[in-house]
């Protein structure tokens, strides 16, 4: 199994918090309301908590991704797809 982790697209983001709601397990906010999301991979037990949070941002800033730094395209967030 590949390890998956949650990125932020800190130019798309503006700060509504709904990440943090939904999954404070990885998302904490700065001061500002930003995310600050975990470094660690993706526990595998939060994997559909993880992925509908990536769906639900409203400014689409959030991917979940198997390579640290690299960002998924929206169709591998796609259920019923893999990547990686």
């Given at each position: ?37 975990s470094p660690e991979p993706v526990p ?41």
């Open positions: 199994m590949s390890r998956r982790y949650l990125h932020v697209d800190p130019t798309l983001c503006v700060g509504h918090r709904l990440c943090a709601e939904m999954l404070p397990e990885l998302v904490t906010v700065d001061d500002f309301g930003y995310p600050i999301i595998r037990h939060l994997g559909r908590l993880v992925r509908r949070t990536v769906g639900a941002c409203p400014a689409l800033a959030l991917s979940l991704d198997g390579t640290p730094g690299r960002r998924a395209s929206r169709d591998e967030l796609r259920p019923g797809t893999t990547s990686g």
